[in-house]
């Protein structure tokens, strides 16, 4: 038992599904009968104001969006030592749990891209409310038993209309954010083009030791062609990853673009975005024969492992200084 076990009124706890740097989340069975994945945060981030607002965030985020592609929200309170949020459980964990579980270094071709136009589709919803996530990464999505995809983990989301601190982790961190700019709804679309290249090629695009390796290669290198890596990837596909990953915000596809042109390398006709029916299939089974020469073989490859959100930008050097790409946080 450890502080962030405590009991919330009304919930019975029945086993831990993961701990993070924040909050340890249980599955438990709300006050309605569900199976809900019940996050508390630790005692510790209650009494850190920074990180105490990041999880009241959280749960008012949580609650307001709604969307079939965003991990929803069923009841929380944002402050204090009662502060909870309930959500959706999603049997599968998180993307990053699935990946090092499953032991390859890619996905079939049709899961990968279907996964990719669930978070696109997330995206693209939070893009039209005005809001910016700040935090796409594999930690960051999780998968249902049909293996649909959703966008978790709205700590640092914020309205662009009302300004937000930037953040994020520095694997998927956009040129500008390390230049010490705003973020906004083309870092994200940055971030879905590292998880492209991730979950398609195999790899993240740019790799380093250290926060300062990683920042040279965001700020400095081109990615491989993803068609190169992977001549399965449908080429449509391949070049809006390519664009997702431009330097200058201004020349990134939006996520919505995205979304689409996965969509159709799927065999299914982009439907408008907000309801809970996105996309009507052409076929009546999803294309098996995705890309130019069908599904991606596997490969027995183990995972690196996450890295930790990077220091705010308003945060100290030591912090800077201590920070660990590989350790694990949970
Ligand atoms: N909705 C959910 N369904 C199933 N499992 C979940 C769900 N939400 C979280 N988990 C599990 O709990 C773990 C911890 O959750 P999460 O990463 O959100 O915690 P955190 O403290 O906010 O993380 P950090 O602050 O380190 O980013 C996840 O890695 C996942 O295994």
Do not use: C
Not at 65 to 92: C, D, I, N
Not at 265 to 286: F, H, M, S, W, Y
Not at 293 to 313: I, L, M, S
């Amino acid at each position: 038992m450890t502080d962030s076990d405590r009991a919330i009124p009304g919930y019975a706890l029945h086993r831990v599904l993961g701990r993070g740097n924040t909050s340890a989340v249980h599955l438990a069975i709300d006050p309605e009968g569900r199976k809900v994945a019940l996050k508390i945060p630790h005692t510790e981030t209650l009494r850190v104001q920074d990180a105490a607002e990041r999880f009241a965030n959280e749960v008012r985020l949580s609650l307001k969006f709604r969307h079939p592609r965003l991990v929803r929200g069923w009841a929380g309170t944002p402050h204090g030592q009662l502060a909870f949020l309930s959500m959706e459980f999603y049997p599968k964990g998180s993307l990053s749990d699935h990946l090092e579980k499953m032991m390859v270094r890619r996905l079939e071709l049709p899961q990968a891209l279907r996964i990719l136009a669930d978070v696109a589709s997330a995206l693209s919803y939070l893009h039209k409310q005005g809001a910016v996530h700040q935090d796409v990464k594999t930690h960051n999505v999780y998968l249902n038993d049909e293996g649909r995809a959703a966008l978790g983990d709205m700590g640092s989301t914020y309205f662009v209309a009302q300004g937000g601190k930037v953040s994020g982790s520095p694997y998927y961190m956009a040129p500008e954010i390390y230049h010490g700019e705003t973020s906004s709804s083309a870092s994200d679309v940055y971030s879905l083009g590292i998880l492209m290249y991730e979950l398609l090629g195999g790899d993240r695009p740019f790799n380093g030791n250290t926060y300062e390796e990683l920042m040279v290669a965001h700020l400095t290198r081109f990615p491989v062609s993803l068609s190169h890596i992977n001549p399965e990837v449908a080429r449509s596909v391949a070049k809006m990853a390519e664009l997702a990953l431009a330097k200058r915000p201004n020349d990134r596809p939006t996520a919505e673009a995205i979304r689409r042109e996965i969509l159709l390398a799927l065999g299914e006709i982009p439907a408008e975005e907000g309801g809970e029916d996105e996309t009507r299939k052409v076929q009546a089974e999803p294309a098996k024969n995705v890309g130019r020469h069908g599904t991606t073989p596997q490969r027995p490859v183990p995972r690196p492992t996450e890295a930790p959100a990077p220091p705010a930008k308003a945060e100290k050097v030591e912090d800077k200084r201590g920070w660990n790409p590989f350790r694990r946080r949970k």
